[in-house]
């Protein structure tokens, strides 16, 4: 079983930056492949980025390609979220999540989750 605490989400104007940070528990971490997610009031879950266990590969969702970095520190067993040039549309509570099979944008594939943290960005 891996573990997943979140920090880093906060209030925010337009145009500015934050870094989330995923920090995870267990011997497994380097295997799972690891994504973000994002739940907006009203909305469904949707898919931010996901990185393979490697690191090797990525994955954006178009709404972030450009302002999002997703990336991770195995030797830290942290994944991270790095958000740049944040619109009023990017609010929403952010999740990290583990999947321990497939390279996927799929929340229902991520079987570990972190608590989510709140991102607002408002002007």
């Known amino acids: 079983q891996v573990q997943l605490v979140e920090s880093g989400g906060g209030l925010v104007q337009p145009g500015d930056s934050l870094r989330l940070s995923c920090a995870a528990s267990?011997?497994?971490?380097?295997?799972?492949?690891m994504g973000w997610f994002r739940q907006a009031p009203g909305k469904e879950r949707e898919f931010v980025a996901a990185i393979t266990n490697t690191g090797g590969m990525t994955d954006y969702t178009d709404s972030v390609k450009g302002r999002f970095t997703i990336s991770r520190d195995n030797a830290k067993n942290t994944v991270y979220l790095q958000m740049s040039s944040l619109k009023p549309e990017d609010t929403a509570v952010y999740y990290c999540?583990?999947?321990?099979?497939?390279?996927?944008?799929?929340?229902?594939?991520?079987?570990?989750w972190g608590q989510g943290t709140q991102v607002t960005v408002s002007s």
């Open positions: 267990g011997r497994a971490f380097t295997g799972y492949h």
């Open positions: 999540a583990g999947c321990d099979t497939w390279f996927t944008r799929a929340p229902a594939n991520y079987h570990y």
